[in-house]
Nanobody, 122 residues
């Protein structure tokens, strides 16, 4: 019954790296969209990176060139490689999956959510 489980978060110094993993159930893994979102206290959950079934990726501007979203189809697992981490990257990171909206992998089109993994950068 658990459909998405994140792991790989932790505490790192600025400039460090983490690889976040999202283990998905088989049916959820077939979703049109999969992605990573993050949230800090008092703020809205925001897109970090998404990928659709055609392999099209999207990144928020502040992480471009530093983060990479990828999938391992053999393991039904979504990854987020985070490099050159900055203190402003500190947040709870959530894995999500869904059908998207009008072909775009935006937050309202994500139907399934994990419980999150904390990333803290100092």
């Amino acid at each position: 019954h658990v459909q998405l489980v994140e792991s790989g978060g932790g505490s790192v110094q600025a400039g460090g790296s983490l690889r976040l993993s999202c283990a998905a159930s088989a049916v959820v893994y077939t979703s049109y969209c999969m992605g990573w979102f993050r949230q800090t206290p008092g703020n809205e959950r925001e897109e970090v990176a998404t990928v659709d079934s055609d392999g099209i990726t999207s990144y928020r501007e502040s992480v471009k060139g530093r983060f990479t979203i990828s999938k391992d189809n053999a393991k039904n697992t979504l990854y987020l490689q985070t490099n050159a981490l900055k203190p402003e990257d500190t947040a709870m990171y959530y894995c999500a999956a869904g059908g998207g909206l009008s072909g775009y992998c935006v937050r309202p089109g994500m139907y399934h959510w994990g419980v999150g993994t904390q990333v803290t950068v100092s």
